[in-house]
């Protein structure tokens, strides 16, 4: 199943290019006081959502999928976890390329080694935060480069510690396309990559049932016409489900928590008036532009 959130904050059941507007899933939801839970309320009470959506599915009112505006299928995340030279590729041209690495941040690692055993995670702000029908809007753009990135995204759907490696995926309530957009210079990662439109998740939430393994989904991205990145998860130096131990071994996870797993090798700028085309092999395509 698929779940979105669209125009003013409805809740819509996808299936192909129709929107079902299962908005009054929301009544399953608890009244709230101050202080509020962590995490995010709907991503919580999933596996309730999801029967009632396909409830609500007979008498809703539809709308065609690019007639309106997406926003991110998790509202209320409360941290992005960003795993840091994550396939070989993307680290070698990170290696080669001072417009990458900045010498502040160039590392060199030996083959077999893992980036992420050094550099550990990064968390990027909640607030960077947008949907595929929401643009990416450039900062520095007179003075600095911004590259486009895209990732496989987990988000996640129970509040969790220490999780076995062999039951992350248990506590995955969905998979997302993810746009790491990452402005280069010499400052940490956080601050790089958490501007605000600077992570982009959609177009819609796909439920772990449809994906068979999210260590081996083919993707790519492009920009305007021409195809900028094309991998596989399968290449992936930390697969997922060891990225979900390891993050929750550091930290709490909360449901609607975002980990994406990183980018591969053809990374590359982008500019006011590109159209950004993003395809995840179970997930589908997302849709953007840069202003």
């Given at each position: 199943?698929?779940?979105?959130?669209?125009?003013?904050?409805?809740?819509?059941?996808?299936?192909g290019?129709?929107?079902?507007?299962?908005?009054?899933?929301?009544?399953?939801?608890?009244?709230?006081?101050?202080?509020?839970?962590l995490?995010?309320?709907?991503?919580?009470r999933?596996?309730?959502?999801?029967?009632?959506?396909?409830?609500?599915?007979a008498?809703?009112?539809?709308?065609?999928?690019?007639?309106?505006?997406?926003?991110?299928p998790?509202?209320?995340?409360g941290?992005?976890?960003?795993?840091?030279?994550?396939y070989?590729?993307?680290?070698?041209?990170?290696?080669?390329?001072?417009?990458?690495?900045?010498?502040?941040?160039k590392?060199?690692?030996?083959?077999?080694?893992?980036?992420?055993?050094?550099?550990?995670?990064?968390?990027?702000?909640?607030?960077?935060?947008i949907?595929?029908?929401?643009?990416i809007?450039?900062?520095?753009?007179?003075?600095?480069?911004?590259?486009?990135?895209?990732?496989?995204?987990?988000?996640?759907?129970?509040?969790?510690?220490?999780v076995?490696?062999?039951?992350?995926?248990?506590?995955?309530?969905?998979?997302?396309?993810?746009?790491?957009?990452?402005?280069?210079?010499?400052e940490?990662?956080?601050?790089?990559?958490?501007?605000?439109?600077?992570?982009?998740?959609?177009?819609?939430?796909?439920?772990?049932?449809?994906?068979?393994?999210?260590?081996?989904?083919?993707?790519?991205?492009?920009?305007?016409?021409?195809?900028?990145?094309?991998?596989?998860?399968?290449?992936?130096?930390?697969?997922?489900?060891?990225?979900?131990?390891?993050?929750?071994?550091?930290?709490?996870?909360?449901?609607?928590?975002?980990?994406?797993?990183?980018?591969?090798?053809?990374?590359?700028?982008?500019?006011a008036?590109?159209?950004?085309?993003?395809?995840?092999?179970?997930?589908?395509?997302?849709?953007?532009?840069?202003?």
């Amino acid at each position: 199943m698929r779940l979105c959130r669209f125009n003013e904050g409805r809740i819509g059941l996808v299936e192909g290019d129709v929107i079902y507007d299962v908005s009054a899933v929301a009544d399953l939801l608890p009244a709230m006081r101050w202080p509020l839970p962590l995490g995010d309320a709907l991503i919580a009470r999933l596996p309730d959502i999801w029967k009632r959506a396909a409830e609500l599915k007979a008498n809703a009112a539809t709308f065609k999928l690019d007639a309106v505006k997406l926003l991110s299928p998790v509202a209320n995340p409360g941290k992005i976890i960003g795993a840091p030279l994550n396939y070989r590729a993307h680290l070698a041209e990170t290696h080669a390329s001072v417009a990458l690495h900045n010498n502040a941040h160039k590392t060199d690692f030996a083959a077999e080694e893992r980036p992420i055993d050094k550099l550990g995670v990064f968390l990027k702000a909640n607030s960077s935060l947008i949907g595929a029908g929401e643009d990416i809007v450039l900062n520095f753009r007179d003075t600095r480069r911004t590259d486009h990135e895209v990732e496989l995204a987990v988000v996640i759907g129970q509040q969790v510690r220490d999780v076995p490696v062999e039951k992350a995926l248990d506590v995955v309530a969905g998979y997302a396309i993810g746009l790491d957009t990452t402005v280069r210079g010499p400052e940490e990662r956080s601050f790089r990559k958490s501007i605000d439109t600077y992570s982009t998740l959609g177009p819609y939430l796909v439920s772990p049932d449809e994906i068979a393994d999210p260590d081996n989904l083919e993707f790519w991205i492009d920009v305007g016409s021409e195809r900028r990145q094309h991998s596989n998860t399968s290449r992936l130096i930390v697969g997922v489900r060891e990225l979900i131990s390891l993050a929750s071994r550091w930290y709490t996870l909360h449901p609607g928590d975002i980990i994406m797993t990183g980018t591969p090798e053809g990374v590359s700028p982008i500019v006011a008036g590109d159209k950004i085309t993003a395809w995840i092999e179970g997930i589908g395509t997302l849709k953007t532009v840069v202003r």
